[in-house]
């Protein structure tokens, strides 16, 4: 088989996890730590997600650590995957990500999502009394590009900085509503089948069909985010992965807890029902060795045709974490 991996993308999307026995102080100085190897591994950008009211994520300040990314790299894209706009004014944020887009040029990533990044008595406590509508976030979408447009320097209400500015944004999805969105206004789309695989193909088969050309894209831009957890066998991978799978187990009982150091039979910890729930969710989790990885991770890149990958890696130790890492930049760069 062709290393279709060499000619892939691959970026890497972090969620700033806190590991049990750790501090969110610790997750940012890992996260930075993962971002210099990243970019020395030749990883194209640097996301990090929106969740609020999570022990196990520590990235709801999310524009401040992409502030402290952006600050400790030099040339990996740097950006939100995604700012859940619905929690914020389009104006806040035209004016964060211009003003980083100054301190930083041409590296900042504007990724936007629809979704509250957290449950429903956080987002009022985060939107406090506005009530969205299904217009909503395409109306905030379209505000927020007439402020990076230097057309609107004639308006009574400007983003300074941010007009004028070459700020790439993305629509980010877990369904076909966005994927219909992004087509629409001509964006690139990203799909979190990370952790909703459910609709990826369907959703990428609209966004492809029905894309429309714009100002900043001539043709449909697709990315996946998948799980990935290499290691240099697959025994070694497999037992890493329990971390992800007892990450996901506390979702589905409503504990928001760290997240917990890997086990030895994730048989003691879930019950099938559980089980079944879980490998639903991570449907598209490539585990093993190089090897393994390469042959599993080639052919749903051949199968869907995304142009490139995003990686969500959930392993508790940092340095497996970098290694795992390490392991997928060394198969994209191998003949």
Known sequence: MKNILKNTQFSVL??????????PTDSFKKSLDLAQH?????????????????????SSATVILLNHIAQGTKTIRVGS???????HAPLVIAEQFGTMELLYPGRMDLGLGRAPGTDQKTAMALRRNVQESVNDFPNNI??????????????????????????????????????????????????ASHFAPTYLHQALQIYNEGFKKSDQLDKPYSIA???????????????????????????????????????DNMEMVWNEAEKAAIQNMIHYSFIGSPETIQNKLSGFIEDTGVDEVMVVSHIYDHKARLRSYEILGELAKSE
């Open 81 to 87: 995957g995604g700012i859940m706009l619905p929690n």
């Open 142 to 191: 379209m505000e927020l590009r007439r402020y990076f447009s230097i057309e609107n320097r004639h308006s009574d209400v400007r983003a300074i900085p941010g007009e004028g500015l070459d700020i790439p944004l993305y629509l980010l999805g877990s369904s076909t509503y966005s994927a219909q969105l992004a087509a629409h206004m001509g964006l690139p789309y990203a799909f």
């Open 38 to 58: 990243v970019e020395n591994w030749g990883y194209r950008r640097y996301w990090i997600s929106e969740h609020h009211n999570m022990e196990s994520i520590a």
């Open 225 to 263: 985010c998948v799980n990935v957890i290499a290691a240099d066998t697959d025994e070694e991978a497999e037992r890493l992965a329990t971390s992800q799978k007892q990450l996901f187990l506390g979702i589905i009982r409503g504990v928001r807890k760290p997240m917990p150091a890997p086990v």
């Open 14 to 23: 972090d969620l700033v996890p806190v590991t049990s026995g750790s501090t």
